[in-house]
T-cell receptor
């Protein structure tokens, strides 16, 4: 089945450690996104990419980094510079940046101890 | 920056009652999308509205896009327990490709 796979589903890390969240899609979508969701909040855009080897900062990019070396993959690294990293992270993709719906993965819940 | 305000934040209804959530933008939107997120789940696309004054229906759900393309609503007729979840609106302004989400409305339904 086509879809978006995020891993791990749950992750615990100590403060000061970098963490990389995986996002893989087999939908042949050009655009991919990372959102952060906190309780009672909407989804806030961290980074997005519309093509391989290109990505742009979203509204809350500080403390995060991404790469887009392959069309299918858009990993997110939560660095130690992110002051409040505990959150639910959602990866999404769409056929193109300007068109249509977002398809979301099941999310990764990061807890920093 | 572009903001999308959504009200109410929470809504509790008895099964069979109607439910409406409203979305307002400070700027004109080129289109608006609606998503549903079940508890513990991920957002799932419901619909996209593009035209001024557009109204679309999906069974018991009715979606409207305002004439000025600054507001939208989602109305559910005769709620069921399966409607439980958080409903998000998300808008795009012009050539700004970033989809901005409202904070969502959490709907709970008492059977």
């Amino acid at each position: 089945d086509g879809g978006i796979t995020q891993s791990p589903k749950y992750l615990f890390r100590k403060e000061g450690q970098n963490v990389t969240l995986s996002c893989e899609q087999n939908l042949n979508h050009d655009a991919m996104y990372w959102y952060r969701q906190d309780p009672g909040q909407g989804l806030r855009l961290i980074y997005y990419s519309q093509i391989v080897n290109d990505f742009q900062k979203g509204d809350i990019a500080e403390g995060y980094s991404v790469s887009r070396e392959k069309k299918e993959s858009f990993p997110l690294t939560v660095t130690s510079a992110q002051k409040n990293p505990t959150a639910f992270y959602l990866c999404a993709s769409s056929t193109a940046l300007t068109v249509g719906e977002l398809f979301f993965g099941e999310g990764s819940r990061l807890t920093v101890l | 920056g572009q903001q999308v305000m959504q009200i109410p934040q929470y809504q509790h209804v008895q099964e069979g009652e109607d439910f409406t959530t409203y979305c307002n933008s400070s700027t004109t939107l080129s289109n608006i999308q609606w998503y549903k997120q079940r508890p513990g789940g991920h957002p799932v696309f419901l619909i996209q509205l593009v035209k001024s004054g557009e109204v679309k229906k999906q069974k018991r759900l009715t979606f409207q896009f305002g004439e000025a393309k600054k507001n939208s609503s989602l109305h559910i007729t005769a709620t069921q327990t399966t409607d439980v979840g958080t409903y998000f609106c998300a808008g795009i302004k012009g050539s700004n490709y970033k989809l901005t989400f409202g904070k969502g409305t959490l709907l709970t339904v008492n059977p």
